[in-house]
């Protein structure tokens, strides 16, 4: 089964656009074991759609075309898919029905130009939009059968997910379902995670479910791609495999399928009725801003502070602390506030918090460099005391960043969950 | 004049990269007057190369090929670009002696495979590479010219810079130089900049300046774009156009060409010898990191902090002025410290900087949607003062984030700059 893709606009032929779409509809043929053979990206011109859609009907099984089904004079997907195909177009009134509808729900009159919108070739297939007003539809050009998406990423992601992929699964005649499982980890490079792996596949019936990695630094993803006849003969198929997923990756498994690090961390912390404060310093804001950002993380996370060294943080959560517990500091020595544990301390006692992550890295000194480098000191505060995780990673300064803001909230989900926090991770040099 | 560009890799098409060398590649030609037709994504596939090869050969009269330039097994260009051209592959000993003296100035032996790098096809023309070891060529394929280019983006937007675009442009015919001037700048829309621009091109000789638009919320760029026989021509004709721009953009001008705003801001402060504290409530940190990740940062943004409201905020630089201050503070009252000039000067006393910048959100409530919005308090404290931008601004919960942020840096720069802060913009909401 050959599969093509052909993306229209000028926006994304110019460069104005990166093409995030071909990615998405490329990555969920892959997974679904139906990789794509060839790509074509042309603008908003009817001779450069016609040549391309041409071409394709004579090479592919499949197509998917992506964009040009908008109100405007400017989408020209379905004229001149009834042009390929040799039909003309007519008002599709269901669709119609349907576009008057969504407007009048918004308390809106439909524009007349969004009538274009329910102009289909006649014989096409429709492809149902939820959550928009351009309608997706399906016909045979040349050899091939062609699918047509909007370019809105929401609405095209939804209708490839649910429209295109079962459809062009039953005609590659070798699966009616598909189902991808993934797991996202931080700590296992790709390599160990194989070898750690090997032989899962074959807890399933042979050739049911494929194994497959995606590295995206500082996390792994590990896929699991299965095809057959039903969702349910699927996930009894996967269950054998994905516990021993599971067993083999064990505490390095952070999150599974949409879950994110920082949304797990969050919902425990919720959870259990916990808040937190965090402070940093070479990764300057960024391991508060994930949670931050996060819907309900206000609730959580009451505050951040972030400083550009070690001595300005400890300043920072000790300047405050001087006041609010003076007796306490006098009782310290001066340098150990700038410990790790320390400023945790310090700073879970000023912002009133359960618990407090601060999380400090001593890079090293000069240019940036592929052999960049930097020590990594985590620290933990509850009311019963500090835990901490030292670390040292290289790979460049953003690397260093990347990996040093990972590893806190990975520190801070594993202690949470009872695991140790100090596993020795593949990314980390260990003192020679 | 035609031109396609060739996309190779199975990173590429199997969409676990997504493609940002073909949108650079596009913009670069598309600011040179010499847009894109036709782009074509295929992977490390010998059948699938000389098929896109012939076809772009048949089509256009220059094509850019990136990638397959590398020294591994499944780097196919030179051998498939060779057999589409019908002449064999030569050892191009020249360049094998640059690759061998890279190896040698890093203390590394070159590995064997290294040297398939320099076998290029009989009658090719080496394009330069002065970053790496990939050896770019150009080469007669069809009726069109094609210019092969490496996958590693370094690599590639040099070598397309100074290497392909000349010759391309060369073959147009039409020009033998471009220049592109790039201003940057938030508060104006695109429809505004367009009224307030008309006729700017005028300045010119006909058709030798092309004025541009490109809108990256919360930022506009307008480019001039040039095309003539030399660069110290073009210069002259920039001049009088660039003059204008920046007198009718005036103020909104934040920073040109490959500057930033954050860039222009850090430098402004580190010229000063000055030191900054940053407090931030909706926007959670996104402002100081800007500032932060800067080369040089650390100096200037000595610390910042961020919670998730006013109140939280007003307490996170309270507690901390509580101690530190405290006669101060028994003579405020305690209201005061949650306006946004309260908080900036707490934070700026507290922090023992020169300024600080506070930046409260108040978001509306409910669900995230198109209308969401917020009203924006930004507060700038000085030694001599507080100056404070009241605003409100529209667009849903991200896009209330990135203006809110963008509107306190910039308020900052006009304040450094001794302009009006309270300027209107055409993104807020005023009372009505």
Redesign the interface.
């Known amino acids: 089964m050959r599969v093509e893709v052909i993306c229209t606009g000028d926006e994304v ?8 779409n ?7 043929l ?1 997974d679904a074991g139906l ?9 908003d011109d009817r001779e ?1 759609l016609l040549e ?1 859609f041409r ?1 394709a009907g004579t090479r592919a099984d499949a197509v998917i075309v992506n964009g040009g089904l908008g109100p405007t004079v400017d989408d020209l997907s379905q004229e001149t898919a009834a042009q390929a195909a040799g039909v003309g177009l007519a008002l599709d009134d269901a669709w119609l029905a349907r576009m008057e509808n969504h407007f009048r729900l918004r308390s809106r009159i439909m524009p007349p130009n969004n009538r274009k919108q329910a102009m289909l070739p006649v014989g096409a297939e429709v492809l149902d939009n939820p959550v928009g007003t351009a309608c997706g539809f399906a016909i045979d050009i040349g050899r091939a059968r062609f699918f047509f998406t909007p370019g809105v990423p929401r609405e095209m992601r939804r209708m490839i997910d649910e429209q295109v992929l079962p459809r062009i699964l039953a005609r590659s005649g070798t699966a009616q379902a598909v189902l991808l499982k993934r797991f996202h980890s931080f700590g296992i490079g790709e390599s160990r995670a194989d070898v750690l792996l090997a032989g899962v596949e074959a807890l399933a019936p042979e050739g049911s479910v494929k194994l497959g990695f ?1 590295a995206h630094y500082p996390q792994l993803e590990t896929k699991l791609a299965l095809r057959g006849a039903s969702q349910a003969e699927l996930r009894e198929r996967l269950a054998p495999v994905a516990a021993a997923v599971r067993e083999r990756l064990g505490n390095f498994i952070l999150a599974e399928d949409e879950q994110t690090l920082e949304g797990m961390l969050l919902a425990t912390l919720h959870k259990a009725g916990l808040t937190l404060a965090i402070a940093e310093d070479y990764t ?3 391991v ?2 994930r949670l ?2 996060l819907e309900g ?3 959580v ?9 070690r001595a ?1 943080l400890a300043a ?1 959560v000790d ?6 517990t ?1 007796a306490a500091r006098d009782a310290d020595s001066a340098d150990t506030d700038a410990t790790g544990a320390g400023i945790a301390s310090a700073l879970r006692q ?2 009133g918090t359960d618990l407090a992550l601060a999380i400090m890295v001593e890079p090293d000194s000069g240019a940036d460099r592929t052999d960049f480098g930097g020590h990594v000191e985590i620290a933990i505060a509850r009311e019963t005391g500090v835990v901490i995780r030292r670390s040292r990673l290289v790979g460049g300064r953003e690397w260093l ?1 990347l990996g040093a803001a990972e590893m806190a909230l990975d520190a801070l989900r594993r202690h949470l969950g009872g695991l140790p926090i100090d596993e020795r991770i593949d990314f980390e040099k260990l003192p020679e």
Chains 1, 2 share one sequence.
Do not use: C, K, M
Request: charge should be positive; avoid cysteine.
């Open positions: 032929l110019s460069g104005a656009t990166v093409n995030t071909f990615s998405f509809i490329s990555r969920q892959y990789p794509v053979h060839w790509e074509t990206t042309v603008g450069s391309a071409l995606r300057s804001g960024r508060a801003t931050a950002v993380g206000g609730a996370l009451r505050r951040s502070v972030a400083a550009p060294d300005a920072a300047a405050a602390r001087t006041g609010s003076r000023l912002a960043r």
